[in-house]
Structure formats: C-alpha cells, structure tokens
C-alpha cells in the first residue's frame, strides 16, 4: 500500500545525506515513499522510502529509510563510493546508488564491487 510522503520529511532526508534528490526521485517519494522499482535485467528492487513518523504504520513502513540504509552501507560496505547513497536495494546484496554530484543511478555489484550505470525512470 503506497503512502504519500511531505515535502518536509523529503527535504530532512536529503539535509541528512548532505545532497538533493533528482526530481523525479522526489515526485516518486512524494506520491508513494518507496515500493518496487523496475529495473528491467537487474530487478526487482525495493526503493527506500524516507523516514516518516506521522503515525505508528507510516514508522513501521519506512523505517528502513534511505538516511538509515545509507548510514548502514557506509559502515558495513567496503567498495560503496564515498559520499554515495544508498536509494535502493535488490535483496541479494546489489544495491542502487546516487553518486555524489550525479542524478543517474547506478548498480553496486557486491561480489565484484564494479559500478555500472542503470537506465531508472523513478516513476
């Protein structure tokens, strides 16, 4: 069940990971905070939502959130990119990233720790 998110919890999420979201990131956040994301070869993969505690399901649902899963990633990750974040996961250990300065994705293969570019429509 998709749950809207505020413009105000996105704007804390992206204070708290020291860059902005590309805009079609936050539209996607803004209508459904998370949810699966397409990806064609590489998915499916579970967007993090960011952080909402405006009542006890929407703390539940989202408190795996992109600020946490990120803080997660950059003590437990060794070949994760300085200053990247973390907007998404695929279950097996690959995870998705915004390198800093960049709007386009890419893919953090955890066995080989190579980076590849990935074609993401956030909607």
């Known amino acids: 069940m998709a749950f809207p998110v505020d413009e105000e919890r996105i704007d804390a999420a992206e204070r708290a990971l020291g860059r902005p979201l590309p805009t079609a990131l936050r539209k996607r956040l803004r209508r459904d905070n998370g949810g699966d994301l397409d990806l064609g ?7 993090h939502p960011v952080w909402d505690d405006g009542d006890r399901r929407r703390a539940a649902r989202t408190a795996g959130h992109v600020v946490r899963e990120t803080e997660a990633a950059r ?26 300065d960049e709007d386009e994705p890419c893919r953090l293969d955890h066995e080989t720790g190579e980076l590849e570019s990935v074609a993401t429509d956030w909607a």
Request: proline share 12%; charged share 20%.
């Open 41 to 47: 070869e590489h998915g499916p993969w579970q967007l």
């Open 75 to 100: 003590e437990a990750v060794p070949d994760l990119p300085e200053g990247a974040v973390v907007v998404a996961a695929d279950g097996s250990g690959d995870l998705l990233l915004l390198l800093p």
